[in-house]
DNA sequence: AGAACATATGTCAAAATATACATATACAAA
DNA sequence: TTTGTATATGTATATTTTGACATATGTTCT
């Protein structure tokens, strides 16, 4: 079972899911922790129903292209239960923002504070987007959602989001300034 | 060239390394924003070799099995300052801690409570492992060194990484804190 | 004397991931 | 009418990364 696979079960557990919705929501909010292309999720999908985690049942459309819609099984619920709490494995860190800034000294001072002006820009615009979808949650359940609630752990990972950008932006703040003395 | 390749370069033009150097940097210091095992570097540094970007100098030792030792080359040097301040890709984000709060929701309480303490105590301790080493740094240059020495771009990814780490501790706290409620 | 460990360099197979190829329907815009 | 876009599902190929296998030297500890 790989992470790809818990993170296609989490997904299904919050309700049914094509292969083409998995492969929006990797490509949109979910991939603010994990991505995933649909060449990856197709295959993923035929494993886990070979696995008996998932069930199939084949929609037929009219006005749109036929559709298979997944289900996490007792079995699936199961194995993503057990896999949630069970020790997290230190993942590997490859940062390519920090491989370069490794060599930074190397590079003309005013060409590296425009990179990370650059930078600062788009962290701020992600945090902005982080801060709208929390304050949306916030409105739709009147404060924080209560921990039994899958609300509860969207907002934990959005107010995540956005406190690192947050970080990220006040780090790169002090680069271009430390740059420019 | 892939990012790898970048990866070591980025240590070649801090000095001469075998291939065995840059595998314990990469499991040490520098996997804190980048990581490989030798079983990538020693054919990634035979590559390099091929394109010209490093060359390398047999070292026989007496008292160890002999070496090889590997230098940037002006045209590695080339490649490296060209990529630095190049476009960065927006990297793909897989958090396996993210991915499992994603479904936080779904399991016991004071279950969920011993994990995240568990994660804030790791978190704690690479904390203060980035704050020696500042401390350190600083020390050795007697404040922030300057931007055109490569201890401040090792320093400024310290810094990142002290700043990180208080940030996610805080985040942990605020988790842990909401689960007992 | 034997075991464990750091040094040192490689290869091989498998898994994970990315990029491109491939096809089909329906709707809206130009 | 053709072009583009969203929906929908796949496969094929290449690259990246991991984990296991493989070997050899010298030192230190028991």
């Known amino acids: 079972m790989s992470k790809l696979s818990f993170a296609i ?3 299904l557990m919050r309700g049914s ?17 994990w991505h995933a292309k649909h060449s990856q999720i197709y295959p993923e999908l035929q494993k886990l129903k070979d696995l ?3 069930k199939v049942s084949e929609v037929r459309q009219s006005s749109r292209p036929d559709k298979k819609v997944y289900n996490i099984t007792p079995a699936g619920e199961c194995a993503l239960l ?10 590997p860190v490859r ?10 000294h190397l590079v003309p ?8 002006e650059n930078e600062l820009a788009r962290t701020e615009a992600e945090r902005e987007g982080f801060e709208m979808q929390l304050a949306r949650l916030e409105a739709a359940f ?23 950008r947050r970080q990220v932006a006040e ?6 300034a430390s740059l420019h003395a």
């Open 109 to 116: 001072k005013d060409q590296a504070i425009a990179f990370y």
């Open 95 to 104: 940062s390519e923002l920090h491989l370069r800034t490794h060599s930074i």
């Open 9 to 11: 079960l989490g997904q």
């Open 52 to 54: 008996g985690q998932v």
């Open 142 to 164: 009147s404060g924080i959602p209560s921990s039994e609630n899958e609300a509860f752990s969207t907002y934990a990972n959005l107010k995540f989001g956005m406190e690192n």
């Open 171 to 176: 780090w790169s703040r002090w680069l271009i």
């Open 17 to 33: 899911r094509t292969g083409y919705d998995l492969a929006q929501e990797f490509r949109d909010g979910l991939s603010q922790f």
């Open 82 to 91: 057990e896999w949630i709490l069970s020790p997290l494995p230190d993942a």
